[in-house]
């Protein structure tokens, strides 16, 4: 590109003299003739007319959930103008409906804001054959997997989740997708992305163990990294490219073949490089970490959040307490996984049922300690649009439903720090709210099947209860 840039350079500074002020007297007269031209027109123009009242949507329900407390209110009203919040409580005034005033009456219902998932893959999907994703994942062109991303953010959206954090990704498929979202290009969650996740040569980033010389291998751009120095350029190389967020992995995983689930793959230098560059930047950092060992280390370098966790014993659990790092569980993943393990190869297989297996006695020994747990599903690993099935795991293994809704709300907000203009019905936030019907203290299975998904206080599902 500096090529180019010189040899065009060259032919400029060739331009006679004479050409040059030739060129720059014709463009003067031009713009004196558009100036002239609008200024006529200007005059001729009628007088600008008065705008537009602005249009308010009143969203009325028997029941609000108040995300500070996890209780439900009656009477729940919303009130949304110009893509925000103007008030939202309990028994509020509503409106007359009329010009410029929508009231939508739900009923038997109960309104929320906004759902968050913590923990999403937005760009793929695992199908019912493992050897068949696997070839396409190979000859997959990246555009083609854009579209397949798309129907996914699509899902998602429609499943009342409206924010996501897309923890790695490859091809900056999330990157093109997050842009092609805020533009309203296409209907999706606002989205978080990571782009690589980061990890060495061999762990659970590398991919597969294709035979030396037969594959490319990946380096710090593309998220495998050895070494403090060689993390730090990766996290910076993420940056560049758009990442919002960090997600690095310091311990083994499922869905690979070549490293034990719960090994350590990471040294405390690298995870330190790793969490202090993202920190640097501004940027969180979460780690992917079924094990004990990597969890501990990576609690010493000030990491953000511990995705999984299926292996964290209960000191280690407290230490994350004590220190304020977010466990975010991802049951959905191992119900997934865990219940369909045949369908993998006999390695992925057993990790697969050995992590099932751990999940549910760390997640009741994290709610006993009071761990702070958000709301997270590793969507891609279960199918898209049904992120709200975690809400039922996490009540099934021991957690109040006031708290997993929190878990989606208010506390995800927190997490991805987006707490300022999301997470809680209240005013002046962004108008994303979700309604469902029933009430889901009584009936949390309700969360699974949104009656009404409002973001940016435009209605994209309405469905009759």
Known sequence: MRQLLSRRASRASAVPSLALALLFALSASSVGR?????????????????????????????????????????????????????????????????????????????????????????????????SQDFVDDLLRFPAEQAFYAASYAKKTLEAGFTTVRNLGAADYVDVGLRNAINKGLIPGPRMLVAVYALGPTGGHGDGTPFPPGRVPQDGPVNGVCNGAEECRKAVRFQIKYGADVIKFMPSGGVLSLSDTVDAPQMTAAEIEAIVDEAHNWGRKAAAHCHGDIAARMAIAAGVDSLEHGSFIKADTLQLMKDKGVYLVPTLLAGEWTGGQADKFPPAIAAKARAALAARSQMFQSALKIGVKIAFG??????????????????????????????SATAVDADLLGVADRLGTLEKGKIADVVAVAGDPLQNIATMEKPLLVMKDGVIVVRASN
């Open 34 to 130: 558009a100036q002239t031209s609008d200024a006529s027109r200007t005059s001729e123009a009628p007088a600008t007319a008065a705008p537009a009242p602005a249009m308010r949507t009143v969203l009325t329900a028997a029941r609000i959930f108040d995300a500070t407390t996890a209780n439900t209110r009656p009477n729940g009203v919303v009130i949304v103008e110009n893509g925000r919040i103007v008030d939202a409580g309990s028994g509020l005034a509503v409106p007359a409906a009329g010009p410029g005033v929508t009231v939508i009456d739900l009923g038997d219902a109960t309104l929320l804001p906004g759902l968050m998932d913590a923990h999403v893959h937005l760009t793929g999907e695992i199908g019912a054959s493992w």
């Open 377 to 406: 599903t590793d969507s891609a690993v279960s199918p898209h649009g049904l992120n709200g099935k975690e809400f039922a795991l996490m009540t099934g293994l021991g957690m109040s439903p006031g708290a997993a809704l929190r």
